[in-house]
């Protein structure tokens, strides 16, 4: 029986290896085109390390979804491949079980759920954590690219800033905010004319405008309008651009529950309430039930591949894309939802398993009985 177990784990896991090599590939260069695609036509002199270190970061967050699909589509294969050649009957006509037979999958579906769980709750957050950090790098590694014509940056948490045009680091028709906690415009600025210098040593960038015109608010109570001083003039003026600022605003907006590990999300649960209470219970659920999903893949795969009896490669894809799809779409599903209390999405979440685990277990009952 041990030559028997290592044929099948060999034959199962060398095809998922394959399959999940091909899966994140295709999912990392469509997360590296969403993700770096303005960012990389606004600073195309980006470096190729920088770009193979993001897809290194990518790659945990897609093993998610991967190493299930993978697996599923291994068993499928093999498992079609070995209906199609008349192994299993040769293994049942020799007193060798179906579920004996099927042993070396069940452990090693065991195994991928534990690494699964492991990706989800601490490898995938952190890298998108410093995926995070990478795309803002990357950004503000030529801090002039951050404007850009007839557009407003807005990732100054105390600035607001609108260029009209631009020619390298000279800006036309420039309209400066300040922005006070309130979020209350205290002071606006208007100018023809400007240019941009970044001054990295002081991590900062120097917006010097010239023939600048102010309007300025009252500072205790910039809400009254009657209280604005108009037609203050300025021939030039150094306006500094903070880019820590820029940094720590950029990160805190951007950070998904997606990357908080599964601890942080634990100490979230207890200070948050209401909706975000409720997205944060969701996403702590979702660690735990997608990583089942190498066992529920077992369980259907198995006999779905035997009743096949077939061998083409074409037929066992196609299998895994269906089965696939039915199966992340409750997920996709739970995540639309995951604000709206009436549809209990950390309940939803777990349809998934039930609903595969269950028909899995009824279909190789009848398999087994045989």
Aim: aromatic share 12%.
């Amino acid at each position: 029986m041990r030559i028997i177990d290592r044929y099948i784990a060999s034959g199962v896991l060398l095809t998922a290896v394959i399959g999940v090599l091909i899966l994140s590939l295709v999912l990392v260069l469509g997360n590296i085109f969403k993700e770096l695609l303005n960012v990389l036509i606004n600073n195309p002199d980006v470096p190729i390390a920088t770009v193979l270190a993001f897809m290194a970061l990518v790659l945990p967050f897609s093993l998610t979804f991967t190493i299930p699909w993978g697996f599923l589509t291994a068993i499928l294969l093999f498992f079609g491949r070995m209906s199609a050649d008349s192994e299993l009957v040769a293994l049942k006509s020799n007193g060798v079980s179906i579920p004996r037979i099927c042993m070396p999958v069940f452990a090693i579906a065991i195994a991928l759920s534990a690494v699964c769980f492991w990706i989800n709750a601490d490898v995938a957050p952190r890298a998108e954590q410093a995926m995070t950090r990478a795309v803002v790098d990357i950004a503000t590694n030529n801090p002039i690219s951050l404007f850009r014509a007839d557009e407003v940056v807005d990732q100054f948490p105390d600035r607001r800033v609108y260029v009209g045009g631009k020619d390298g680091n000279h800006l036309k028709n420039i309209l400066v905010f300040e922005i006070n906690e309130d979020q209350y415009p205290t002071k606006m600025v208007f100018a023809r004319e400007g240019v941009l210098t970044p001054d990295i040593e002081n991590s900062r960038l120097l917006l010097r405008l010239f023939d600048a015109r102010f309007e300025q608010r009252d500072d205790k109570n910039p809400s009254d309008l009657s209280k604005i001083q108009q037609g203050i003039v300025m021939q030039e003026g150094v306006f500094p651009l903070q880019l820590d600022k820029f940094l720590k605003n950029a990160q805190s907006k951007s950070r998904r529950l997606s990357s908080y590990t599964l601890p942080e999300l634990f100490d979230l649960l207890s200070k948050t309430d209401g909706k975000k209470h409720l997205e944060t219970l969701v996403e702590f659920n979702k660690r735990f039930s997608i990583a089942l999903s190498c066992i529920a893949f077992a369980l259907i795969a198995i006999p779905l591949g035997v009743t096949t009896h077939r061998k083409e490669t074409s037929v066992g894809f196609g299998l895994s894309i269906v089965v696939a799809f039915s199966y992340f779409f409750f997920f996709i599903m739970a995540d639309t939802f995951r604000g709206n209390a009436a549809a209990f999405p950390q309940f939803l979440i777990w349809i998934p398993n039930l609903l595969f685990i269950t028909i899995g277990i009824w279909l190789f009952v009848r398999l087994a009985k045989r």
